[in-house]
């Protein structure tokens, strides 16, 4: 029987409360494959979730995104076999473990110009954007975009994605050294949102246009900015809270700043069905190959390592992608 060694949580908090446990996996079910994972994906949920943030029933493992190789079948599973590369991002929490049994229809295989490494470190931050640029606001050529956080993960795929679509392109970023970064990604202007009057200084670079949609994944810290930084019915897209949960509002406040559209959408609902998730895998696949998306790995853990990797993630110490390599 394989072995396999996990995350597990008993309790939620600091990134101590995570323990490695070892276990025997049992042989895949029907409708399920095992694999020998290569590469574990990191992401800002993961966090959310250890801390209870996003609460979880516990005992519970963590991660929601790796690549691996499969080992063995279960039955009925027909359109994989051993030796395949595959990689994944919704196939349930636990990620976080060198070996997994996975639901088959979870699985995406990968291509060949695809390797383990840049698959983890991107698949799950690859989906989001591909959705957030083509399905929550389809960007298009001349659509000033205004990406919050352009020197993180997400952020850097984002701005290189808007980018190749023909817009005009402004990061935001929490340093001027990571202001440079999201220029590198394909920022046309950084402004620090460290400072105050940042606001101003992106209104500035539009010529006084303000944005056609604003992609805010700060929360907090960027919110009622980002309100002020989107042009009259223009797009404010929240989708995720780094700097802690937006505050309630008075919706009556979109209508006074333009009568703006607000939404907080996710990434499972847009991937929910087979059909539509490895389509959408293909697009980011293919935006690998024409060198769109790009793999910046900023830092690799070992297993072992994983509360610091939850550390420095924490502490903004990371800039572009993190991977736990089992």
Same mark, same amino acid.
């Given at each position: 029987?394989? %072995? ?31 694999? &020998?994972?290569?590469?574990? +994906?990191?992401?800002?949920? =993961? ?27 279960? =039955?009925?599973?027909?359109?994989? %076999?051993?030796? /395949? ?13 060198? *070996? ?12 060949? *110009? ?26 298009? &050529? ?10 993180? +993960? ?49 209104? /500035?670079?539009?010529?006084? %246009? %303000? ?23 223009? *797009? ?33 609902? *847009? ?56």
């Amino acid at each position: 029987m394989t %072995k396999t060694t996990a995350v597990q949580l008993t309790e939620f908090g600091a990134p101590e409360v995570m323990r490695l446990v070892s276990a025997d996996l049992p042989a895949p079910a029907e409708g399920e494959v095992q694999l &020998k994972q290569t590469a574990i +994906g990191f992401n800002y949920i =993961d966090i959310y979730q250890r801390s209870g943030k996003y609460p979880l029933p516990a005992p519970t493992g963590l991660g929601h995104e790796a690549a691996g190789v499969v080992t063995a079948l279960g =039955d009925s599973v027909t359109d994989l %076999k051993v030796g /395949d590369r595959v990689v994944y991002m919704n196939a349930g929490i636990g990620a976080y473990a060198t *070996h997994r049994n996975v639901v088959a229809d979870r699985l995406v295989k990968l291509p060949d *110009h695809v390797d383990d490494e840049s698959a983890a470190a991107v698949f799950f931050k690859a989906m989001t954007v591909q959705y957030l640029v083509t399905k929550t606001f389809p960007v298009s &050529k001349g659509d000033i975009v205004l990406v919050h956080a352009a020197a993180g +993960g997400v952020g850097q795929i984002l701005s290189a994605w808007a980018k190749a679509l023909g817009a005009i392109v402004i990061g935001t970023a929490g340093s001027s050294e990571k202001c440079a970064i999201a220029r590198e990604a394909g920022c046309d202007v950084a402004v620090d949102y460290s400072d105050t009057g940042w606001v101003s200084r992106v209104i /500035d670079a539009t010529d006084g %246009k %303000k944005a056609s949609v604003v992609y805010d994944s700060v929360g907090q810290h960027t919110f009622l900015g980002s309100l002020d930084c989107a042009r009259p019915f223009g *797009h404010v897209v929240v989708y995720g809270s780094a700097s802690g949960p937006i505050a309630p509002f008075d919706v009556e406040l979109l209508n006074k700043k333009g009568g703006l559209y607000l939404t907080r959408p996710s990434v499972f609902p *847009h991937n929910a069905d087979l059909a539509t998730f490895r389509a959408n895998a293909d697009m980011v696949f293919d935006a690998l190959g024409q060198g769109i998306v790009r793999a910046q790995i900023g830092a690799r853990f070992a297993l072992a390592e994983v509360a610091k990797a939850h550390i420095a993630a924490q502490n903004r110490a990371i800039t572009g992608a993190m991977v736990i390599v089992p």
